[in-house]
C-alpha cells in the first residue's frame, strides 16, 4: 500500500464525483483517493455509501475555499494528482445567489490550483524532482460555450460566451487552470461535458424532477415551450472520459466529452413518462402530467457537444445510448423512491 499515490479529489459527494470514485478506486489499486466536500445541500455522504469500509478511500468534510486546510492536505497526504469536481452547478440557482457560484466556483479553484502549485512546483516550469508527473485535471462544463442555433457543435475551439452566472463563473475557472499552465508550466487537463443524467444525481435536476413528480402524481414543470435542446451523456461515460484525459490527456489542452444524444426538454419528458406508463401503470398517462411554466430566464436554447478530439486521440466512446441509459436511470430512481422496480424489458 506504501507505494501508493494520493490523489485529492474535490466534490466527490456530488452527483459526477460520487459516480467517479467507485468506478476508479476499482479499476486502480495503486491509488489512494483523498475526498474534499463541504457537503453543501448538493453533495450527500450516502452517495458515497459503497466506498466507505476502502482502506484506499479517505473522506475529509472541508471547504475548497479554506487555504490553510488544503495546504494541510497536500502535506500531510503527499498529493500527487488533482481531480477537481466541486463547484456550484445548478442554473436556477445561479441565478438567485451568484455570489456563492463566484466564490466556490472561482475563488475555490484558484485556492486549489495555487495550493497545488506551490507544493509540486519550485519556479515556473520547474517541478521538484518527485512531482514530475503530479497534473491537476478541473471538471468544466459546455455552458461555457454560451448557446448554439438550430445547427452546429461547440468543439475545443469554440469561443466562450457564457450567459449564466453560473456558466460565467464555470468560464472564469477554465481561465485560471489555463493561466497556470502558460505563466507556470503546469500539467494541467481540462474537460467540458455536456448534461449528465444517470444515478446520485441532485433532485433538483430535470431529468429526477420529471420521474419524482410523476410518480408522486404532482404536474411536471417543463420551462417555456419544451424545446430547449441538451445533449445528453451518461453519467458513466463521463467517468471513463475523465480517466482517459486525466491519464492520457495532453498537457495544457481541453477536451470535451459529449453523449451525442440532442434530445429537447419535451423528447425528455415524453420518453421518461412513456418508460413509467410500462412500468407502473395508472388509470391516465403520466404525459397529462406535463405542465409548461414560466421560462427560465436567459435560457440558452441548445447545447451539443462534438467529442471528436477525445474519439480520435484517446479513443473515448459512449457506451450508453440515451435510451438505454435513462431506462437504468428511471430504474435506479425507482428503488430510491421506493417503489415497484420492475424490468422495462419483461
Known amino acids: 500500500m506504501h507505494n501508493n499515490k494520493n490523489i485529492l479529489l474535490t466534490g466527490t459527494a456530488g452527483f459526477i464525483g460520487s459516480n467517479f470514485v467507485p468506478y476508479f478506486l476499482e479499476k486502480y489499486s495503486e491509488y489512494n483517493l483523498i475526498n474534499l ?31 490553510e486546510l488544503v ?28 455570489g ?29 524532482q518527485e512531482y514530475q508527473d503530479c ?3 478541473h ?29 460565467a463563473s464555470k468560464a472564469s475557472s477554465d481561465m485560471i487552470i489555463r493561466a497556470y499552465n502558460e505563466t507556470y508550466g503546469m500539467n494541467t487537463v481540462i474537460t467540458n461535458c455536456s448534461n449528465n443524467y444517470g444515478p446520485k444525481q441532485h433532485d433538483e435536476k430535470l431529468i429526477p424532477t420529471i420521474i419524482r413528480n410523476a410518480l408522486k402524481g ?4 417543463i420551462y417555456g415551450d419544451g424545446k430547449n435542446i441538451r445533449d445528453w451523456l451518461y453519467v458513466l461515460d463521463h467517468c471513463k472520459g475523465i480517466d482517459l484525459v486525466y491519464h492520457k490527456g495532453k ?13 429537447t426538454n419535451l423528447q425528455i419528458v415524453n420518453t421518461i413518462c412513456t418508460i413509467l406508463d410500462k412500468k407502473i401503470p395508472k388509470k ?11 421560462d427560465r430566464a436567459g435560457h440558452d436554447k441548445r447545447y451539443a457537444i462534438d467529442a471528436t478530439k477525445l474519439e480520435n486521440e484517446l479513443g473515448w466512446k459512449a457506451d450508453e445510448n440515451f435510451d438505454s441509459g435513462i431506462v437504468k436511470t428511471i430504474e435506479w430512481y425507482l428503488t430510491k423512491y421506493s417503489f415497484e422496480n420492475i424490468n422495462v424489458l419483461e
Open 37 to 67: 466536500d463541504l457537503l453543501t445541500y448538493a453533495g450527500d455522504l450516502k452517495n458515497l455509501k459503497e466506498c466507505e469500509g476502502n482502506p484506499r478511500f479517505k473522506f475529509i468534510k472541508g471547504d475548497i475555499c479554506n487555504r
Open 284 to 294: 391516465t398517462s403520466y404525459k397529462e402530467l406535463i405542465t409548461f411554466v414560466e
Open 71 to 98: 495546504e494541510f492536505i497536500f502535506t500531510e497526504y503527499d498529493i500527487q494528482g488533482v481531480i477537481h469536481f466541486a463547484a456550484e452547478s445548478h442554473v436556477d440557482n445561479s441565478i438567485k445567489n451568484p
Open 135 to 137: 497534473r491537476f485535471h
Open 139 to 167: 471538471i468544466s462544463t459546455d455552458e461555457v460555450y454560451g448557446t448554439l442555433g438550430d445547427v452546429g457543435l461547440f468543439t475545443e475551439t469554440t469561443p466562450y460566451a457564457p450567459n449564466s452566472p453560473y456558466s
Open 218 to 221: 404532482n404536474s411536471i414543470p
Open 100 to 128: 456563492v457560484f463566484v466564490q466556490t466556483n472561482v475563488n475555490g479553484t484558484f485556492t486549489l490550483i495555487d495550493e497545488a502549485y506551490k507544493y509540486w512546483m519550485n519556479q515556473p516550469f520547474k517541478y521538484k
Open 251 to 263: 498537457k495544457g489542452q481541453t477536451y470535451n466529452i459529449g453523449g451525442r444524444n440532442e434530445r
